[in-house]
């Protein structure tokens, strides 16, 4: 190399370094505009941003001194912890790529991921080390750390490293990799509707503008106090809530479980102004006998989203929270994962609405033929932003497949109206095609929800030796009604068309969820397959 192109590519790689922005430049940021803030609050430690900067840093230059390095495929698996935040962040100082995991995903399931994704490094809560240990046997692991421990106790564990002790002594100053925007940042495995999870790669770039519209639509300001209650392995919590939150400086409450009770007391005890929960923790919520005693007036910013949140639970949330305002926020992993919101103004009038897109984003509604369908007719949802993926990792074909024609499409069925809102008519998987005819299982949910004594209810299909696929409800009752089969049909006969009505009903005492809080339909559908053959 000449001197003269020497000169040039290091000019080149100072201009580059001074124009990054990637999630381990955003916290130094914000550490610099607020580092006497508190930015996160954890059971009982509570730290600044300055304080939080320090404690990434120093895990950072401590995997670093252990030989993790740029492009590491690293597991977490964790619940929600002080440890998950610091890892997070700094994972994205050295470079090395963040692979957070399901912790109810089964061994056989954890052995898919680790070896589809090359995993070099575990990290761990001590509660899933043993798991993740096992899941990982034979593999050519270089690194594994154990979180929230502040020694290394477990003697079957003599393996692992607490990082808390790793860490110790160890340099406050920033780790300074050489790194780009577009770098691969997270992998993160989608449960799907196959029989194994693809892999979604989410840079540096992907993550941070959908930060940027995140901020913008979901009117997050700096003197706001979120709770974090969902799981961190879920892109909803960790890239709707968690990461902007760290962006604008805004502080953060980190709780290790949805409990009901545990998010009202710390809404009350910390004046939290901002909660995000699916609609089944909202409907847990409002059904907690502590929603009436609790002194919630600090709370103004409700959003929901990860599934789709009945009629009659949004009019009951306004009715008894008056003050506070309702977001619907719809995406998925792939788009990193916001793409639409509807504001508190629509909640109303566009009532069932996913709202527009936002900042980033360029929505259309397509048919099977890659053309955009007139208002009002249903097809699929299609999107253009930098918020999506780079693809699905080692997988080129399913990568191209979802951006056919230049656009990611989701799979999911929506109509979009005059005004430009959206609406999700439903997953393509779950239209009921009975007797011939499409129905919607939303619909059918969003009938059964009016009915006086339905908590909670699932709409799925099961076989039929006549209709194929019988249109099938699934109810949790309220604690004190008395519900019957009958009860039902009769209510929906003035709901719903008639090819609509269920052909069967069930009660039970709960519906199968993931963590993140959506139903299991799945999981129903296996349960339920013989109830058309009786």
């Known amino acids: 190399m000449s001197h003269e192109a020497s000169v040039q590519d290091v000019l080149q790689k100072m201009v580059e370094r001074a124009r990054r922005n990637t999630l381990g430049d955003l916290l130094a940021r914000t550490r610099d505009r607020l580092p006497d803030k508190f930015a996160i609050v954890y059971k009982n430690k509570r730290l600044t941003y300055a304080e939080l900067d320090d404690l990434v840093n120093q895990t950072a230059q401590a995997l670093s001194t252990d030989g993790m390095k740029k492009g590491d495929m690293v597991t977490v698996m964790s619940k929600n912890s002080l440890d998950f935040v610091l890892v997070t962040f700094a994972l994205a100082r050295i470079g090395a790529v963040m692979i957070p995991i399901n912790y109810m995903l089964t061994q056989e399931d954890i052995r898919y991921i680790l070896e589809h994704a090359e995993v070099t490094g575990l990290i761990a809560s001590e509660e899933y080390a043993n798991l993740l240990e096992q899941s990982a046997g034979g593999m050519t692991i270089r690194h594994r750390y154990l979180m929230d421990v502040p020694i290394d106790s ?67 300001e700096t003197s706001d106090v979120a709770i974090h209650a969902l799981p961190l392995y879920h892109s909803a919590q960790l890239h709707v809530f968690l990461g902007p939150s760290i962006y604008i400086g805004s502080s953060g409450i980190i709780l290790d479980t949805a409990s009901p009770e545990l998010i009202l007391k710390t809404i009350e005890e910390e004046k939290a102004t901002q909660l995000f929960c699916p609609p089944t923790v909202w409907i847990a919520l409002l059904r907690h006998p502590d929603f009436d005693t609790r002194d919630l007036s600090s709370l103004k910013k409700c959003y929901y989203g990860a599934a789709i949140m009945p009629r009659e639970i949004i009019k009951e949330l306004t009715e008894r929270l008056p003050d506070a305002k309702l977001w619907n926020c719809y995406g998925q992993t792939e788009v990193a994962p916001l793409v639409t919101v509807l504001q508190p103004e629509d909640q109303l009038t566009k009532l069932g609405s996913a709202g527009k897109p936002i900042l980033n ?123 019957t089969e009958d009860d039902v049909i009769e209510f929906c006969k003035g709901k719903l068309s008639k090819f609509k009505i269920p052909k069967y009903v069930d009660f039970t005492k709960e519906l199968p969820k993931n963590p993140s809080g959506k139903v299991l339909k799945r999981s129903l559908r296996d349960q339920y397959e013989g109830l058309g053959q009786k």
């Open 154 to 220: 477990n003697e079957q564990l003599s393996s692992w490293t607490s990082l808390s002790k790793a860490r110790e002594g160890h340099s406050t100053d920033f780790l300074d990799v050489q790194l780009e925007d577009d770098e691969l940042a997270q992998v993160l495995y989608t449960s799907g509707t196959e029989s194994r999870p693809k892999g979604v790669m989410l840079t540096h770039k992907s993550i941070i503008s959908e930060y940027v519209s995140t901020i913008f639509d979901a009117k997050m």
């Open 361 to 483: 984003v360029q929505t259309k509604i397509f048919d099977d033929h890659g053309m955009e369908v007139p208002y009002g007719e249903t097809g699929e949802i299609v999107h253009r932003t930098p918020h999506a993926m780079k693809g699905y990792l080692h997988d080129p074909d399913k990568t191209a497949e979802a951006f056919r024609n230049g656009w990611f499409h989701t799979g999911d069925l929506g109509v979009m109206d005059e005004d430009g809102y959206i609406t999700v008519v439903d997953r393509k998987k779950d239209m009921i095609n009975t007797g011939g005819v499409n129905v919607s299982s939303r619909e059918v949910e969003e009938a059964i929800y009016q009915l006086e004594g339905v908590s909670e209810v699932a709409v799925i299909s099961i076989p039929d030796a006549y209709w194929i696929e019988a249109v099938t409800a699934i109810i949790v009752p309220k604690d004190d009604a008395t519900l």
